[in-house]
């Protein structure tokens, strides 16, 4: 007998098929008509079936009879036509087999909604929720476009190491590698380490970014993209922060601003329609449940249908001061865009999303394209109503020149770059690309409140169980 998904068990077309359901229980009543309703998931889908159990089978009163919440089944049996209300199928089984039990005072999975906070303490449960069973599908689904998105216009997966002696972002905020044993440095009071006894003979740290070692493929292969994990020690608690996340950044050779912005667009937009049509039933439910406007699929339904807005970052600044807005951080030509000044411009001046290029140099690495002008670097960051910023890049500087002045500006050590500048020595090209957090999109897609519910299991600071 063959097995069938919840989900397909559950539209009409399954009807009359025999199978096999496998999942773990949500709920049991009994009827005083000598059978049994179980309710199960199997996390294929938002939905349950219903499981009608007789009190002919075998092991009905010694087991049936005691199922509970959490406990983990199979049923076979025939897909029939439900008289229930608001389900069309459910199975008539002819056989259940128990494969383990929760005891029911002790499964912290009640009944009774529990706070989010809550089920992070439980991360190796939550899964079984209606919400974050949603939030994987979710994740899963946009993880598979980002892929497929990239295969169908040619670009090659790349994979970047996690390890890296290279500070891409120059913020010095990165997670040090080490096999040296810290309790025998502290005892000696070394002063100055002597890398020499350490696993890769420098100081080494986990990456933030992939782009830098992605560049040195897209400069010999043309069109690459990165998809790993990445990690800054930064040590934020807001809900927009996490130690430990997912990057996707592509890398263009040959490519400018303008098919950056091209690009980032497109994505985003193949992203969401593919969210909107592949995860329905859990979209409607984060519309319905989590989204507080419910108003979410219609959100990304106006991204998807609009063409963005392209906008230099003076402009923005001066729409920013001229709009009488009171903003808790002051604007003026030089900051650096706070979530608000974002916000206003995508949700109440513009109305959708908008990419802002050409910012102030002096907030930017040193590896964005410096402008004619010396002031502004050919930098972009894609906006969305909402969140704000979403996707941030740049065409690249490849003037050998100009990139090593900039290193310099930023007190960067350039013979520790020596191949990122020998991209510049042999066979320069003009390159572009931008990152995308995977968790930053996900949390916008299902409009979840906290970055820590979209990722199976968050760290951050001082948070690292399971």
Known sequence: MDKISVKDARVESAIGSQGILEGWVRTRRDSKAGFSFIEINDGSCQGNIQIIAEATLENYESGIKHLTAGCSISAEGEIKESGGRGQ???????????????????????????????????????????????????????????????????????NTPVITASDCEGAGEMFQVTTMKLDDIAKQQIEKLNYRFD????????????????????????????????????NSNTSRHLAEFWMVEPEVAFADLNDNMDLAEAFLKRIFADALKKCGEDMEFFNERIDETKSLIERLKGITDSEFVRLPYTEAVEVLENSNQKFDFPVKWGIDLQSEHER????????????????????????????????????????????????????????????????????????????????????????????????????????????????????????AEF
């Open 88 to 158: 069309k199928t459910e199975m008539l089984a002819t056989r259940i087999t128990i494969h383990g039990l929760a005891d029911p005072d002790d499964y912290p999975l009640q009944k009774k909604r529990h706070s989010m906070e809550k089920l992070r303490e439980w991360a190796h449960l939550r899964p079984r929720t209606n919400t974050f069973g949603a939030v994987a599908r979710v994740r899963n689904c946009i993880c598979n476009s980002i892929h497929q998105f990239y295969q169908e216009r040619e670009f090659l997966y790349v």
């Open 199 to 234: 696993f890769f003979d420098k100081p080494s740290y986990l990456t933030v970014s992939g782009q830098l070692e992605a560049e040195t493929y897209a400069c010999a292969l043309g069109k690459v993209y990165t998809f790993g994990p990445t990690f800054r020690a930064e």
């Open 344 to 463: 206003f411009l995508t949700e109440q001046h513009f109305k959708k999303p908008v990419i802002l290029f050409d910012y102030p140099k002096t907030i930017k690495p040193f590896y964005m394209y410096c402008n004619d002008d010396d002031k502004t670097v050919r930098a972009m960051d894609v906006l969305v109503p909402g969140v704000g910023e979403i996707i941030g890049g740049s065409q690249r500087e490849h003037r050998l020149d100009v990139l090593e002045s900039r290193m310099r500006d930023q007190e960067l050590n350039v013979e520790e770059y020596w191949w990122y500048t020998d991209l510049r020595r042999y066979g320069t090209v003009p390159h572009a690309g931008f990152g995308l957090g995977l968790e930053r999109v996900v949390q916008f897609v299902t409009s979840m409140a906290n970055i820590r519910d979209v990722i199976p299991f968050p760290r951050t600071p001082g948070n």
